[in-house]
């Protein structure tokens, strides 16, 4: 885990902890390690807020058997029902699904609505 961040005029210092190396000296870290990003807070720069806002119901699931997913990750653009699913880590998969004009956030955050969601994928 990375612990600490400091920038050098030709290089950065990552500090760890845990098994492994307790530095890393790299030529540059990348802060794509998610919204609250340890990272980007301890480069000190700033984010834009582009004002985009939708709800969505997130589904994290085990499926019951191992199967290859390809692509492993996707987004399907359907006017529909815009979908993301990704690999949550080993043996994981997650759903994202937009919440339509024309739904409640209660309506669409019950377990019923998640099956009905999940059905067409018939994993």
């Not at 582009?50 to 191992?66: R, S």
Request: aromatic share 10%; with cysteine; glycine share 8%.
């Amino acid at each position: 885990e990375v612990t600490g961040v400091e920038q050098g005029p030709d290089e950065v210092l990552l500090r760890t902890s845990g098994p492994g190396p307790a530095e890393v000296r790299a030529r540059y870290v990348i802060g794509a390690d998610g919204a609250n990003s340890f990272v980007r807070s301890r480069m000190a720069t700033s984010v834009t807020d582009l004002g985009f806002f939708y709800d969505w119901l997130i589904v994290d699931c085990l499926p019951h058997e191992e199967e290859e997913w390809s692509p492993m990750n996707w987004q399907l653009c359907d006017p529909e029902r815009p979908t993301t699913i990704v690999s949550g880590g080993p043996g994981r998969r997650r759903w994202e699904f937009l919440r339509l004009a024309h739904e409640s956030i209660e309506e669409l955050n019950t377990e019923e609505t998640a099956w009905r969601l999940l059905a067409p994928w018939g994993r």
